[in-house]
């Protein structure tokens, strides 16, 4: 089993920047892909990026692609999510997800944490 905690959400002005991370307990945490989705109002969850297991490989959606990263530390139980050059349109509660396979499918991630909201003012 895996506890993640999500942390780093705010209001920030467009173009602007934010952290977001996500503390994994529980073990095992260096077996899981970890994902990054992301849920406005009245909107379905989003995928927005995924990172390998080792952290050797990433992957981002069109609408994040060259603005957001995802990095992890394995030894630290940590993935972050470093945000630039916010838009409106990124305004969501972001959600950080474990999964044993590598896939942006929401439905196949078996952790999640409780979510923590990004709000961006145009």
């Known amino acids: 089993q895996v506890q993640l905690v999500e942390s780093g959400g705010g209001l920030v002005q467009t173009g602007g920047s934010l952290r977001l991370s996500c503390a994994a307990s529980?073990?095992?945490?260096?077996?899981?892909?970890m994902g990054w989705f992301r849920q406005a109002p009245g909107k379905e969850r989003e995928f927005v990026g995924i990172?390998?297991?080792?952290?050797?490989?990433?992957y981002y959606s069109d609408s994040v692609k060259g603005r957001f990263a995802i990095s992890r530390d394995n030894a630290k139980n940590t993935v972050h999510l470093q945000m630039n050059s916010l838009k409106p349109e990124d305004t969501a509660v972001y959600y950080c997800?474990?999964?044993?396979?590598?896939?942006?499918?929401?439905?196949?991630?078996?952790?999640w944490g409780q979510g923590t909201q990004v709000t961006v003012s145009s």
């Open positions: 997800a474990a999964a044993q396979i590598n896939t942006v499918q929401a439905g196949l991630y078996s952790y």
């Open positions: 990172i390998t297991w080792s952290g050797d490989y990433s």
């Open positions: 529980g073990r095992s945490f260096s077996r899981y892909h």
